[in-house]
């Protein structure tokens, strides 16, 4: 580039260039003019600058002023993102591995405990005197003891790590609650508590297993903080699903602590005065089972009246569900159906095919010898009409009658043209075309 | 069947003169079962109406948005004369138009309804996050003299989606341009092409002008109508004569080219392109000015290195670009024609994939900026 400067440097870069600044009173009072004009417009520009004004130019230099402070922010916004993203992924990593651990632990710890538990009943069958015998059995208990709170720690910490995958199915309550019910009749009445089961004949869907679980912790807490009256279970039918209610005539919750008894380690004053041996897990594990089976738990409890303990579960089916009705010819009757195929052979067949279904028919080899009424109720075309294709047809069809609905039909499967016609709402079905499947396929677009 | 081996983006162009032979010269190139936009340039030559017409026969349901040029990038390069078109397949790009036909009243609430109904609109079929995994290019009737208030208002209501376009041409007639949506030709208009894509890509702008030490101030402007008819207290023409050293007779399109002016907003320079002369010794602009912007004289730098430079990065950080969607100013072209680099150009734009047009002005994130190569660079489908 050729510099066109003719003045000799430093200059002003507000001279006019190739002017020479004249010296006399009058070219030094245009000069002055001159700046004073520049002064002025300066002077504007720079007062009007702060008005948040819609001037075009304004909305111009606003942009870039605010693209560049949004560039800036985003780009610090971002570096916060990603360190909190590493931040949590640090921390879910170490409560995984911490979850981990303590489920390797618990299981290790329970292989010489269950060694010592069959030491001691070896030592126990031995001929031994009467108060060494009382020490063994006293042994024996403290070991089962231990085994069942190591076996709720590897419970909770295989609930933590969420290698428990549920596995769902539907099967009658009562083949559930009637065992369970069983088991506490028995314990209830140890405990010299009345105990009520209301059996129920309703089909849910749930893990039976780990239902068990959270019925058998509720149990077993309802009867642990009770120290008289009874404990009751049975069930309520809701619309959305089955309640199973575990009540006691307890101690109750008061309404502060109805949330905190979920977390773990929190156990209520232990009424009987007796060794209390839980852990203060039980409630801990029903909560996260009813979290991995997605049933709602409920709590109704008033201090010094008893708590109802409830879980929401789902109906399952009893029964294989009847298949749908395609058996019947009503729906169809009556409807009008364009027919395009370039098969005269084709044509013919689906006009009988239609016409049993007591469908009009309206059939053709090509689009543009199509018999148009005043509307139809749904095109069936061919995807290989020689020049050219069923979603043209289609296309062009649906141009007139926006609402068409459309069965493809073709020849040989192509995954591209099925999400081409899944993309537009159409039936796809193959060739030879089963009278069922086109019959499903015209009921599913006409209820639509 | 042809689809299944479609890539996701075709190019075709035609040099037919009549509308039916070159829509359906595009069409024969471009169809498929998967075809979900058309994007067309077209020389103003063209007996608009018959080709809007003969374009919509021709791709029937398929969507087509496109506007008028000041020259073409086709697959050869440059050209003249011609229409120039982008395929997009459904399978890759989840594509929403929208068409603004009332500039002046296109205000935030309106944009922000615009952009909704865009977005809402390819959520429905999104490919890809939308808020990463989408662009949105502009076309404006480059004489409205209405681009910087809705493109702002525009880039508003996109938040963080990028956004480029550029203002329609008319081969350099100044008189009318066009954008092309709902299968026809609108002026005073715009439209909005938001794309949703599980490809790469990178909206970009590039200039090859570098800042002298003049400055000129505006002392007087008629901002309505882009009119700028002082600069530094003397006649605008006066002034811009002086500075390139030519007689006021000679100032044309190619002095502007090589003699633009820009204003610095930070670290930036932003031209702002000269359109003509008047006879009243002012001089309109391709966009908005004000009394009291100062401007500093530009120099170009060399054109194509700087163009080459650009694309070689971009495709260093997506890959090799499957295309390119190029909007770029008129007036480089002419200083391109004016150094004798057309060859070299073209060459350039072939190699590189570049389609798109001619404009009077370019679009970057809601600025309407001038003499720029700026567009869309689309990369190739992941594994």
């Not at chain 1, 076996?151 to 609930?159: A, E, K, N, Y």
């Not at chain 2, 020259?71 to 890759?92: L, Q």
């Not at chain 2, 890509?201 to 800042?211: A, D, G, K, W």
Request: glycine letters at 8%; aromatic letters at 6%.
């Amino acid at each position: 580039m050729v510099d066109i400067s003719t003045r000799p440097s430093p200059a002003s870069p507000l001279d006019l260039p190739g002017v020479e600044p004249g010296q006399s009173q009058a070219a030094l009072a245009e000069e002055n003019a001159r700046l004073r004009r520049i002064c002025a417009a300066l002077i504007e520009r720079v007062e009007s600058s702060a008005q948040p004004g819609t001037a075009p130019y304004a909305a111009f230099e606003h942009t870039v002023v605010l693209a560049e402070q949004v560039r800036e922010r985003t780009e610090t916004l971002r570096h916060t993102l990603e360190a909190l993203r590493e931040a949590k992924a640090e921390a879910e990593a170490a409560n995984l591995s911490k979850s981990k651990f303590l489920a390797a632990v618990s299981h290790d710890l329970l292989q010489p405990l269950n060694a010592a538990r069959l030491f001691s009943s070896a030592l126990e069958s031995q001929d031994l005197g009467e108060e060494p015998r009382r020490l063994v059995r006293h042994i024996g208990r403290s070991l089962q003891d231990v085994e069942t709170l190591l076996g709720t720690l590897v419970d909770i910490s295989r609930l933590d790590a969420g290698v428990l995958t549920p596995d769902r199915g539907s099967f009658a309550v009562g083949e559930l609650l009637d065992v369970l019910a069983e088991e506490h009749r028995q314990l209830a009445a140890a405990e010299g508590l009345d105990f009520h089961y209301v059996p129920s004949r309703a089909v849910i869907d749930s893990d039976l297993t780990l239902l068990a679980r959270v019925v058998r912790n509720l149990l077993g807490n309802a009867i642990r903080y009770t120290t008289s009256g009874r404990v009751l279970l049975g069930c309520r039918r809701r619309a959305e699903g089955l309640e199973i209610w575990v009540v006691d005539s307890g101690s109750g919750i008061a309404e502060d602590q109805q949330r905190t008894i979920f977390e773990e380690f929190r156990r209520g004053p232990a009424e009987r005065g007796r060794l209390d041996r839980g852990l203060g897990l039980g409630l801990a594990i029903v909560e996260r089972i009813a979290g991995l089976l997605d049933h709602p738990l409920g709590l109704v409890s008033r201090p010094g009246r008893g708590s109802r303990f409830s879980i929401r579960i789902p109906y399952g089916r009893a029964y294989p569900a009847p298949p749908p009705e395609v058996g019947a010819e009503a729906p169809l009757r009556g409807l009008t159906a364009w027919v395009i195929d370039n098969d005269p052979e084709i044509c013919i067949g689906m006009r009988a095919l239609l016409e049993g279904w007591g469908c009009d028919a309206v059939t053709a080899t090509g689009v543009d010898d199509l018999e148009r009424g005043e509307r139809a109720d749904l095109l069936i075309v061919d995807y290989h009409l020689g020049e050219t294709d069923g979603l043209a047809v289609a296309a062009r069809l649906r141009r007139e009658w926006p609402e068409l609905p459309v069965i493809l039909i073709t020849a040989y499967h192509d995954a591209e043209l099925k999400a081409a016609a899944r993309a537009r709402g159409y039936g796809y079905l193959l060739k030879p075309v089963k009278p069922l499947r086109l019959k499903m396929a015209m009921l599913g677009l006409r209820r639509r | 069947m042809r689809d299944t081996v479609a890539p996701p983006l075709c190019q075709a162009d035609s040099r037919a003169r009549d509308p039916e032979t070159a829509a359906a010269e595009l069409a024969a190139a471009l169809r498929h079962p998967h075809l979900g936009l058309v994007l067309f340039f077209c020389s103003a030559e063209y007996p608009l109406a018959a080709l809007g017409e003969a374009l919509t026969a021709a791709f029937g349901e398929v969507p087509v948005a496109g506007c008028t040029t000041a020259g073409e990038i086709t697959t050869e390069g440059y050209g003249r004369g011609r229409v120039v078109a982008i395929g997009f397949d459904a399978r890759h790009f989840a594509v929403s138009l929208g068409l603004v036909t009332d500039l002046e009243a296109f205000d935030l609430v309106q944009a922000q309804r615009l952009c909704d109904d865009l977005l809402a609109d390819c959520r429905r079929h999104a490919l890809a996050p939308i808020a990463e995994q989408t662009f949105v290019m502009t076309l404006l009737d480059g004489l409205s003299s209405r681009e910087e208030q809705v493109l702002a208002t525009l880039d508003a209501a996109l938040g963080s989606i990028p956004s480029f376009g550029g203002s329609a041409g008319d081969d350099n007639h100044l008189a009318h341009t066009h954008v092309f949506c709902e299968g026809r030709f609108h002026g005073e208009a715009a439209v909005v092409v938001a794309v949703n894509t599980r490809l790469p890509f990178e909206v970009f702008s590039t200039h090859h002008l570098r800042p002298r030490v003049e400055k000129l101030v505006v002392t007087r402007a008629d901002r309505e109508r882009r009119r700028v008819l002082e600069l530094n207290g003397v006649p605008a023409v006066e002034a811009y004569a002086r500075l390139v050293g030519l007689a006021p007779e000679a100032l044309d399109a190619g002095v502007f080219a090589r003699h633009p002016l820009a204003v610095r907003i930070g670290e930036d320079y932003f031209v702002r392109s000269i359109q003509r002369v008047n006879a009243d010794g002012s001089l309109s602009f391709y966009c908005a000015v004000e009394t009291g912007i100062v401007l500093t004289a530009m120099t170009p730098a060399p054109i194509l290195e700087d163009l080459a430079t650009t694309l070689d990065a971009l495709a260093s950080r997506l890959g090799p670009p499957s295309l390119i969607i190029g909007c770029d100013c008129f007036l480089r072209r002419l200083e391109i024609e004016a150094l004798g680099q057309q060859q070299a150009a073209s060459r350039l734009l072939r190699e590189r994939r570049v389609i798109g047009f001619n404009t009077y002005g370019e679009q970057h994130h809601g600025r309407h900026i001038n003499q720029t190569f700026t567009g869309v660079a689309l990369g190739s489908a992941r594994g």
